[in-house]
């Protein structure tokens, strides 16, 4: 059973810092790509980044250089830092595992299998 636990979210100004994290259980993020991704409201799903299995990361535009991505093998854990809030970041963050081990990082939903719950993420202005 492949189990994705997100922590870290909540309210912070415009410029803050905040970083989220994802805990694995049943899926190792030795062999697996891990992404995160958002959703605002009255707005589709979209892609923030992800880590590879080799530890490769690739952002999206929109935060390229504020939202650092790492893991911690030892803990199965993967982190989003992140840096320099905007407004239009608020959004519902997820974190998901990709369907096959030794994958390439994908922005498409369908090579996800398993997503966590969801943590808020609101900054004000």
Same mark, same amino acid.
């Given at each position: 059973? *492949?189990? %994705? *636990? +997100?922590?870290?979210? @909540?309210?912070? &100004?415009?410029?803050?810092?905040? =970083? %989220?994290?994802? $805990? $694995?259980?049943? =899926?190792?993020?030795?062999?697996? /790509?891990?992404?995160?991704?958002?959703?605002?409201?009255?707005?589709? =799903? +979209?892609?923030?980044?992800? #880590?590879?299995?080799?530890?490769?990361?690739?952002?999206?535009?929109?935060?390229?250089? =504020?939202?650092?991505?790492?893991?911690?093998?030892?803990?199965?854990?993967?982190y989003l830092q992140m840096n320099s809030l905007k407004p239009e970041d608020t959004a519902v963050?997820?974190?998901?595992? &990709?369907?096959?081990?030794? /994958?390439? #990082?994908?922005?498409?939903?369908?090579?996800?299998?398993?997503?966590?719950? @969801?943590? &808020? *993420?609101?900054?004000?202005?």
């Open positions: 059973q *492949v189990q %994705l *636990v +997100e922590s870290g979210g @909540g309210l912070v &100004q415009d410029g803050g810092s905040l =970083r %989220l994290s994802c $805990a $694995a259980s049943g =899926r190792p993020f030795r062999t697996y /790509g891990m992404g995160w991704f958002r959703q605002a409201p009255g707005k589709e =799903r +979209e892609f923030v980044g992800g #880590i590879g299995w080799s530890g490769g990361i690739t952002y999206a535009d929109s935060v390229k250089g =504020r939202f650092p991505i790492s893991k911690d093998g030892a803990k199965n854990t993967v963050y997820y974190c998901a595992v &990709q369907h096959y081990a030794y /994958g390439i #990082i994908s922005a498409s939903e369908s090579e996800y299998a398993y997503w966590g719950q @969801g943590t &808020q *993420v609101s900054v004000s202005s």
